[in-house]
Each structure stands twice: as structure tokens, then as C-alpha cells.
Nanobody, 132 residues
Framework: QVQLVESGGGLVPPGGSLRLSCAAS????????IGWFRQAPGKEREEISC????????????DYRDSVKGRFTVSRDNAKNMVYLEMNSLNPEDTGVYYC?????????????????????WGQGTQVTVSS
């Protein structure tokens, strides 16, 4: 089992910043990669970033989706089993529920990281609203 708990969401004006946290725990956590997704109302859950090909993200290399590139940064504290999402220059299109999810590392190696259906575990989500 893997348990994930997100925190840090809230209401922020356009141009503002937020830092989300994901606390991960569980006996089988070592076999999983933790990633961030978001879901806007009426839309499908979409990935924020995935490890670069042939990379288990141990060196922090991630490929970000185009809409957040240059504004969002994922960081990891492996000693504390924490994953963070730093979000800057937020705009209303970033509004949604943000989730962290756990996918087997073997699926990441198979380049399936962007597909939410392959994630085994999810947190409860944290709401991010960008509005003036």
C-alpha cells in the first residue's frame, strides 16, 4: 500500500505563486514513482511532468507539459518521502484540483507516466483556484 496526502492549495490571484506538498508513505513506496496531476472541472486529469526518458528522476530531471513549462517546478526530498510542486505566474487556466499519484517505476520506464490510468494510488487532492 501507498498513502499520499497533498497540501498547500488555496485561492491565489493571477500572477501569484503556491507551493504544494505531497507526503508519501507505505511499505512498497520504493517501487513507485510519485508524480503530480491536475484536473479542471469537466476535463480529464492531466500530468504536470514526467521523468525524462531513461531516467528515474533521481537527478531531478523532468519533462513538463508545455502549459506549465518555465512556471512549475517539481522537487523531491527522498529522505522525507516528500514531493513538492512549486507554481509561479499562476493564471486562471491553472485552476483545478491537484493530485499526487503513484505509478510503478516499471511503467515509467515504459513511458506510461503521462497516463493517469496506470497510477495505482492517489491522494485526496488539493484545490487550487486562481482568481482576482
Amino acid at each position: 500500500q501507498v498513502q499520499l496526502v497533498e497540501s498547500g492549495g488555496g485561492l491565489v490571484p493571477p500572477g501569484g505563486s503556491l507551493r504544494l506538498s505531497c507526503a508519501a508513505s507505505g511499505s512498497i513506496l520504493g517501487g513507485y514513482h510519485i508524480g503530480w496531476f491536475r484536473q479542471a472541472p469537466g476535463k480529464e486529469r492531466e500530468e504536470i511532468s514526467c521523468p525524462r526518458p531513461s531516467d528515474d528522476s533521481s537527478d531531478g530531471s523532468e519533462d513538463y507539459r508545455d502549459s506549465v513549462k518555465g512556471r512549475f517546478t517539481v522537487s523531491r526530498d527522498n529522505a522525507k518521502n516528500m514531493v513538492y510542486l512549486e507554481m509561479n505566474s499562476l493564471n486562471p487556466e491553472d485552476t483545478g484540483v491537484y493530485y499526487c499519484g503513484a505509478i510503478p517505476k516499471t511503467y515509467v520506464a515504459a513511458n506510461l507516466c503521462r497516463q493517469w490510468r496506470f497510477y495505482d494510488y492517489w491522494g485526496q487532492g488539493t484545490q487550487v483556484t486562481v482568481s482576482s
